[in-house]
């Protein structure tokens, strides 16, 4: 498994059970008919704050990245889905 490049908070979360997430289209749409699967096992890190100009994101979402994926989820499925493990 590739390691992640550490974040500022310099924590690695890892996802604690498979969900899925609706898609986000070129658009920029959220897709109603396609998901992307989060694998369990997968690991994570906050998106760098300086690094935070390029996602829109609104209040009480979290950032995520992990290899070349970044998601926003919210601070909800965060906390249900992931698990800090350094």
């Known amino acids: 498994m590739k390691t992640i490049r550490k974040m500022r908070d310099m924590h690695t979360y890892k996802c604690t059970n498979t969900f899925h997430i609706p898609t986000i289209l070129d658009s920029g749409m959220v897709s109603e008919e396609e998901y992307m699967t989060i ?48």
């Open 39 to 86: 694998q369990e096992g997968s690991l994570w890190g906050l998106v760098d704050e300086d690094e935070m100009e390029y996602y829109s994101t609104i209040d009480e979402e979290i950032i995520l990245t992990s290899e070349n994926l970044v998601i926003e989820i919210s601070k909800e499925i965060f906390e249900k889905y992931f698990k800090i493990i350094e």
